[in-house]
DNA sequence: TCCATATTTCCATAATAATAAAACTATGGA
DNA sequence: TCCATAGTTTTATTATTATGGAAATATGGA
């Protein structure tokens, strides 16, 4: 990952409105949550909610697939890991002190309750 | 950290040059960077790079410790450290599958050479 | 077909951030 | 004391981003 493309991915997570997304479908897993319920959640109004949602898919960090009316996000695990790992690398000289990360692998092994 | 301040730190890193700066010293290590040797290695005019110095360094993701007439610029790892933790902290349901960071904790015992 | 709902796009406005020239402030050396 | 250097602050300008009302576009159900 080159520093532009990670700085792109850094600016759309430095945003309240699109952290706070971000995160919720992190919690949320592969079950993702329904645009309006995101909205709902934060008290952000369509349009507003529309525009960060957008953000963070063109830039790979969630991803919506439309189920009958509903929009359905999902958070791009895959994403983060790169970007943590682009994070901790060439840390202390290229001894990578920080962690790499394995992340949220697991995650698919989860029940879709 | 509670997502507001989260934002903010991601936002500093979220700019090419900030990234830049910020990676530059983070690989440095404890013998960090004088300021213009910066601005040098990035090309920045140092207005510039003065602006982005003080951006980094009011959100604690970097310090400056003057030397005679040069500053010298130091990653301040904890605080990456804390982001990378609330990044990977409650994925999967509080299930915590991303790595929880040690961090450059052992950076300390490098040499200062 | 008509309506209600979910979501997006369009648009104008407001707010914020980035840039760098010019002027200013140390600091050390001659 | 004077000069050169390192860095910051001031300032103006430009560029970018965020916001949300209004209108548009699906989609499914009555």
């Not at 952290?19 to 329904?34: D, H, N, Q, W």
């Amino acid at each position: 990952m080159e520093t532009l493309n990670a700085a792109e991915l850094l600016a759309a997570l430095g945003h309240e409105s699109r952290l706070g997304i971000f995160r919720l479908l992190v919690e949320a897993g592969p079950e993702g949550i329904i645009a309006s319920a995101i909205g709902e959640k934060l008290g952000l109004p369509a349009p507003t909610l529309s525009f960060h949602l957008a953000h963070l898919s063109r830039v790979g960090l969630i991803r919506g697939q439309k189920e009958s009316r509903f929009i359905r996000y999902l958070a791009e695990y895959a994403t983060m890991e790169d970007l943590i790992a682009f994070l901790t690398s060439n840390c202390c000289q290229g001894r990578a002190c920080l962690p790499k990360t394995s992340a949220c692998s697991n995650i698919e092994k989860r029940s879709t309750t």
